[in-house]
């Protein structure tokens, strides 16, 4: 079975510049999740879908961030502009439902300059 | 919303002792209660969980337990080798919504 899969692995930015991250979740697997982890931390949760409707985005800075998931498969996470407090390790993962194991992505390591 | 805190922060164990790992949770209302281990570089991933109509769990060298009254559980680590080295995170499940710890960092010495 393949795993979760993000792209790209890398990216360097400067601040106030945009980056888009990409994630294609376990087919099937009905619910998304996008988390941030800031070195040294555990994962933050940013949003949360299910399908293609957000379940939760409590915690997405929504004046710079934005992220969709328009078929129920793929998801994209944007930030616009980006900050230097951005600079963190991005991770998708997607379970088959609410409260069913999560599996996680490679994650994308983000660097704002 | 629910708050995970997690102790130690550090864990430096000799090879072949065992290692605890303790995290409190605020609301009541979770019920699943998942452990993560990430090693360095690399996603984290499942090693063990605990719903909350259980109160132990083990799975060969891992154990979890859950005392749900105290709103607290711990994982259990018997035996350490090198490769139990990483950070170990626990979470706790509210309905839909996964809150992590801080993680641990395991330091397995030979």
């Known amino acids: 079975e393949a795993g979760v899969a993000q792209s790209p692995r890398y990216k360097i930015i400067e601040k106030r510049q945009s980056v888009a991250f990409w994630c294609n979740p376990i087919?099937?697997?009905?619910?998304l999740y996008w988390y941030q982890q800031i070195l040294g931390q555990g994962p933050k949760l940013l949003i949360q879908?299910?399908?293609?409707?957000?379940?939760?985005d409590s915690q997405l800075p929504k004046d710079r961030f934005s992220a969709e998931r328009l078929k129920g498969v793929d998801s994209t996470l944007k930030i616009q502009p980006a900050k230097l407090e951005d600079s963190a390790v991005y991770l998708c993962?997607?379970?088959?439902?609410?409260?069913?194991?999560?599996?996680f992505g490679p994650g994308t390591r983000l660097t704002v300059l | 919303g629910e708050n995970v805190e997690q102790h130690p922060s550090t864990l430096s164990v000799q090879e072949g002792d065992s290692a605890v790992i303790k995290c409190t949770y605020s609301?009541?209302?979770?019920?699943?209660f998942p452990w993560y281990k990430q090693e360095l570089g690399k996603r984290p991933q499942l090693i063990i969980d605990i719903r909350s109509n259980v109160g132990e769990k083990k799975d060969q060298r891992i154990a979890v337990t859950l005392n749900k009254t105290a709103k607290h559980f711990s994982l259990h680590i018997t035996e350490t080798q090198p490769e139990d080295s990483a950070v170990y995170f626990c979470?706790?499940?509210?309905?839909?919504?996964?809150?992590f710890g801080a993680g641990t960092t395991v330091t397995v010495r030979a």
């Open positions: 879908f299910q399908n293609n409707g957000v379940v939760d």
């Open positions: 993962a997607s379970s088959l439902g609410p409260g069913n194991e999560q599996f």
């Open positions: 609301d009541s209302a979770s019920n699943y």
């Open positions: 087919s099937g697997h009905a619910t």
């Open positions: 979470a706790a499940v509210n309905d839909y919504k996964l809150s």
